[in-house]
């Protein structure tokens, strides 16, 4: 059964830091992955979507990285923002529905 | 403005009810999903529906029920027979296929009192 593992469950850093997130599965018989950002309270706002045959996407200052063979992703975050502050979430379309991870919350301060 | 929408965004039930929970889109997808969304737990598949009429179980399908018989519209409805429904629900849609973006609505906080 496929599973999504996010490391680290919390996260916080000052300003402008660049920093990585980190998800992995156990089958890398994917046909995506998403990353998603939730507000507090809040639905999932669509991040980037990468296809099981790309390596990374890119969107401002956000860049996701695919590693199907070791079942790895990275979603990097340059020159981070206060209103970056948010859970951060990883799901992979694995069968018919996403398989969500449990999110790393992240905590930027001024 | 094409999205998905959730209401109520708040409900409140009382023990013994069944109450609706609604979802409709306008982005003309052909599949869509329901969710429940737990502390510390992350999001867990309730059901979907890949077309019009038709609809499968996801891994925690008791106590809950759905229908599609309009593209737009995958109404949930938590039963009675749901023993723990207090959690957020989230509704989701994507064209269709199994390497299409999946969007959100803004979700329906359920409280039973």
């Known amino acids: 059964k496929q599973e999504v593992t996010q490391i680290p469950a919390a996260l916080s850093v000052p300003e402008g830091e660049n920093l990585v997130l980190n998800c992995s599965f156990t089958?890398?018989?994917?046909?995506?992955l998403q990353w998603f950002r939730q507000d507090p309270g809040k639905g999932l706002t669509s991040l980037l979507l990468?296809?099981?045959?790309?390596r990374e996407q890119t969107s401002g200052r956000l860049n996701a990285s695919l590693d199907k063979s070791s079942g790895r992703s990275t979603l990097y975050i340059a020159a981070s923002q206060p209103g970056d502050s948010a859970t951060y979430l990883c799901?992979?379309?694995?069968?018919?529905?996403?398989?969500f991870g449990k999110g790393t919350t992240l905590s930027v301060s001024s | 403005d094409g999205g998905i929408t959730q209401s109520p965004k708040y409900l409140f039930r009382k023990e013994g009810q069944n109450v609706t929970l609604s979802c409709e889109q306008n982005?003309?997808?052909?599949?869509m999903y329901w969710y429940r969304q737990d502390p510390g737990q992350g999001l867990r598949l309730i059901y979907y529906?890949?077309?019009?009429?038709?609809?499968q179980k996801g891994d925690i399908a008791e106590g809950y029920s759905v229908s599609r018989e309009k593209k737009e519209s995958f109404p949930l409805t938590v039963t009675s027979a749901q023993k723990n429904p207090t959690a957020f629900y989230l509704c989701?849609?994507?064209?269709?296929?199994?390497?299409?973006?999946?969007?959100f609505g803004q979700g329906t906080r359920l409280t039973v009192v």
């Open positions: 989701a849609s994507s064209i269709g296929g199994l390497d299409t973006e999946a969007f």
């Open positions: 089958d890398s018989a994917i046909y995506n």
């Open positions: 990468i296809q099981s045959s790309q």
């Open positions: 799901a992979v379309m694995a069968g018919t529905a996403l398989i």
């Open positions: 982005l003309n997808h052909d599949a």
């Open positions: 529906s890949q077309i019009v009429n038709d609809f």
